[in-house]
C-alpha cells in the first residue's frame, strides 16, 4: 500500500474502534454505532475529516472476512447503516477495562461553523446544512481566537464525581462557534455565534452538582433576562429593572417561565405574528390560554418592543449575546480562571464566583455600551 493509504486505513481503524470502546466505557456492553455507507454527493469541505473514504469499504471487508465486525445496511432513508462489534472484538475489548477518561477529540476540527436552516411547515420538519466558506480575515481572526481560548480549556481541571449516573466524558471540550445564514445568502458571520461542544451542555442541571473545576463545586452565573434586555438594548430603550418575564399579564412567572421565554423567544426570531401556542409549549403556559392571547400579554408587557418582536432580530441578537460570553471566556483565561458556557451564563469555581461576575459584567458593557445585572442562579 502507498504511505498515505496505509496512514489512512490505521486512522480509519483507530476510529472504529475508538468508538467501539468509548460505547462500551459508556456502559454499553455491545453499542450500535450509526454510519453513513453512501458516498457523498457534494466534494470534501472543510468539516469532513479527509482520509476517510475506504471507510465504507473497510466495514465491508470486516463484517464479511472476519467476525470482528457486524455490519447492519439500511437502504431506507432516514434510517442509518450502523455496525456492532462481534463477540470476539467484545471480549478483546473488555480486557482493556476503557474509562471515559481514556478518550479524547482528535484535534483538528472545525470551529466555526456556518449553517441554514430548511424547514417544512407542512410536514413540520427542520434540516440543518452546513455551508462551506472560503477563508478570509474575518473567519481567520475567529478561528484563531477559538483556538487560543480551546488550549485553555483543554489544560483546565474539569472534572466529574461519580454521582452513580452515566459515565461523563470530560475531554468533551473544545468550543464550536456556530453561524447562521439564509438560504441563497452570501457566507457572513454575525448571525447566531452560539459556542456549542462542550460536555457541561448536555448535562442535566440535576446532575450539575458533581461538577468541579480545580477541585471546587461551582457556582452558576446568569445574565439576568439576558435576551429581553438585548433586545431593549436594540430598540434603543432602558429595560426595567428584575426579572423581565415576571412582567407578563396574566402568567404566573414562578409556575410558567420557561414557557414565557420561549415563547418570548419566538416572538423575537420570526417574521409573522404568533397566532398558535408550538404544540412543545402547551403544558408550560396556563391552560386554554391562546397563542393570539400569550401575544397580545408580550406586546402589553412591552410595547416599546413591538418594532423588534416578529421581526426576524433573534439571530442577530444571538450574535450580541455570543459576543458578550466569549468576551468574558477569553477575558477569563487571561486571568487563569477556567469557566463552562451556557449560553447566556457562566459556571466558575465557587471562589471565582464575584470576580466571573465583574468581568461578566465589563463584558457586556463593552460589547453593548449598557449593563446587563448578573444573577447568582445556583450554588452546585
Known sequence: ?????????????????????????????????????????????????????????ILEVLATKSDLI??????????????APGASLTADMRRFRLAPEHFYWEAGIETIRLSKTRRNFAERTKTVELVDYADTPETVALRDQMSGLNDFLRAAKFTFKDDGGPPVLTTHRDLVRHFKVAEGEKPRFDLGGRMFNGWWQELPSSRRHAIRISGEPVADLDFSSAFLRLAHIKAGIEAPAGDLYARIPGIDAELYRDGIKQIVSAMLFRETPLTRTPSELKDKLPRGMTGAQIRSAVLAAYPRLSDVFESGAGLGLMFLESQIMLQALVRLAELDIPAMNMHDGLMVQRSKADVAARIMAEAAKKITGTTISIVLKSLY
Open 70 to 83: 457486524e455490519l447492519r445496511k439500511s437502504n431506507q432513508k432516514g434510517i442509518a447503516s450502523s455496525f
Open 1 to 57: 500500500m502507498k504511505a498515505k493509504d496505509r496512514s489512512n486505513l490505521e486512522t480509519i481503524v483507530k476510529t472504529l474502534l475508538a468508538n467501539i470502546g468509548l460505547g462500551m466505557a459508556s456502559g454499553n456492553e455491545r453499542p450500535i454505532i450509526t454510519v453513513s455507507l453512501r458516498a457523498p454527493k457534494r466534494k470534501i469541505s472543510r468539516y469532513d475529516r479527509k482520509g476517510f473514504a475506504l471507510l465504507p469499504r
